[in-house]
């Protein structure tokens, strides 16, 4: 069973979610990712939301509460690759060559 509500807070709304895991689960869960069952969550969603597409960088540094260079550096230690491609590139290529001509 999973329990939300939807919190105010400083920025907009949160959301907390409450998962309801068996003991046994739970021993098994804290002894693979530690005592910080949130945290893994967290990080789950957000590597799992990165290599979907459904998720930027920036979105994913937001849910880890991390800078974009740490949220880069947590997806590189995971081994989820940068979701950066040609067209991607061409584009940051155009905007320097623009901004170094000024």
């Known amino acids: 069973m ?8 400083g920025k907009g709304k949160r959301m907390d979610v409450i998962i309801h895991i068996p003991k046994g689960i739970e021993e ?14 967290r990080e789950a969603l957000a590597i799992e ?9 920036g979105q994913v540094a937001e849910l ?4 974009t260079i740490e949220a880069d550096r947590f997806l590189k230690e995971r081994q989820v690759p940068l979701l950066y491609t ?8 155009k905007a320097l060559k623009s901004a170094l001509a000024e």
């Open 28 to 41: 098994q869960l804290e002894a693979a990712f530690g005592r910080d069952l949130a945290q893994a969550a």
């Open 64 to 67: 880890l509460g991390v800078s």
């Open 2 to 9: 999973v329990e939300r509500s939807i919190l105010a807070s």
């Open 49 to 57: 939301g990165y290599r979907t597409e459904r998720l930027s960088l």
């Open 86 to 93: 040609i067209d991607d590139f061409e584009r940051d290529r």
